[in-house]
């Protein structure tokens, strides 16, 4: 199976920051790659697909960019709404597999 | 508005069995494959399995395969899974799940979740 990775873990950050959360895979996954945020007990909510695809509805301040092993998910100017975790999954291969989450603090 | 909302879940012994049921609206279900995905408690999301959407093609993770059933029922705009053999590993909340339009099994649309928890 592929292993994602996502650095860090836990970020600390403020209303305004710009931060970028880093994934990567343990092989080459192309572009198959999504993004979700997840706020505590509730479901996951699709942000990113296909590496860099905003999905509809998602804010314009998500944007996602890599390919191959590297991927990032950057939040270009950080809301109160987006203290959340959010999580990477590549379905490049079966199965397709989740990073651990970063969770991102006030 | 696209809603899938989970039903089933509960506490159940080891060896024990359950079946979960999601039911959707707003989307046209008999068109879009559909997943089951779990997350155990403080763990990352694992995929548990897929159905095609006239539900004659279904593929599971290695750890449920023979275990778990997961089927469907277009008429009823319904998703379900047969848990049986259940372990203790297999607690977790339980999502159903709309895999997402462009190509390639990225969830777009999740449900609330249903919790099951195996314990003696």
């Known amino acids: 199976d592929i292993q994602m990775t996502q650095s860090p873990s836990t970020l600390s950050a403020s209303v305004g920051d710009r931060v970028t959360i880093t994934c990567r895979a343990s092989?080459?996954?192309?572009?198959?790659l999504a993004w979700y945020q997840q706020k505590p007990g509730k479901a996951p909510k699709l942000l990113i697909y296909?590496?860099?695809n905003l999905e509809s509805g998602a804010p314009s301040r998500f944007s996602g960019s890599g390919s191959g092993t590297e991927f990032t998910l950057t939040i270009s100017s950080l809301q109160p709404d987006d203290f959340a975790t959010f999580y990477c999954q590549q379905y490049n291969s079966h199965p397709n597999t989740f990073g651990q989450g970063t969770k991102l603090e006030i | 508005e696209v809603q899938l909302v989970e039903s089933g879940g509960g506490l159940v012994q080891p060896g024990g069995s359950l079946r979960l049921s999601c039911v959707a609206s707003?989307?046209?279900?008999?068109?879009?494959?559909m997943s089951w995905v779990r997350q155990a408690p403080g763990k990352r999301l694992e995929w548990v399995a897929n159905?095609?959407?006239?539900?004659?093609?279904?593929a599971y993770l290695d750890s449920v395969r023979g275990r778990f059933t997961i089927s469907r029922d277009n008429a009823k705009k319904s998703l379900y899974l047969q848990m049986n053999s259940l372990r203790v590993e297999d607690t977790a909340v339980y999502y159903c799940?709309?895999?997402?339009?462009?190509?390639?099994?990225?969830?777009?649309?999740w449900g609330q979740g249903v919790l099951v928890t195996v314990s003696s």
């Open positions: 799940a709309s895999i997402g339009v462009d190509y390639g099994d990225y969830f777009d649309n």
């Open positions: 296909k590496a860099s």
């Open positions: 707003g989307f046209t279900f008999n068109s879009d494959w």
């Open positions: 159905i095609k959407p006239d539900g004659r093609e279904t």
């Open positions: 092989q080459s996954i192309s572009s198959w």
